[in-house]
Nanobody, 124 residues
């Protein structure tokens, strides 16, 4: 059974940094593309960042490019999202996701496993 467990969320002020972690189990992690999505209240879930299992290629949404960095540690079966210069509009529940595709998709239904989410709140 696949399990994705996020951690690292919290309440911070604008301009601060947070690092989210997602520990994966029950899947061949080194052969899975991992993604981070977020969902704000009354909004649809949106893609934030992804990292492929081939070559460690990464892809970011325009709203976080240059501020967020996704990385993975295959030895620890963990994917990270380093978030710098946080803004109030980054406030959302952040979800870790996994897909066996080698391509990084920004589409929710391309990912077949999801974590329970971790809340990130950025105050102004």
């Amino acid at each position: 059974q696949v399990q994705l467990v996020e951690s690292g969320g919290g309440l911070v002020q604008a301009g601060a940094s947070l690092r989210l972690s997602c520990a994966a189990s029950g899947l061949p992690f080194s052969r899975y593309t991992m993604g981070w999505f977020r969902q704000a209240p009354e909004k649809e879930r949106e893609f934030v960042a992804g990292i492929s299992w081939i070559g460690g290629n990464t892809y970011y949404s325009d709203s976080v490019k240059g501020r967020f960095t996704i990385s993975r540690d295959n030895a620890k079966n963990t994917v990270y999202l380093q978030m710098n210069n946080l803004k109030p509009e980054d406030t959302a529940v952040y979800y870790c996701s996994a897909t066996s595709y080698s391509v990084i998709y920004s589409i929710v239904w391309k990912y077949d496993s999801w974590g329970q989410g971790t809340q990130v709140t950025v105050s102004s």
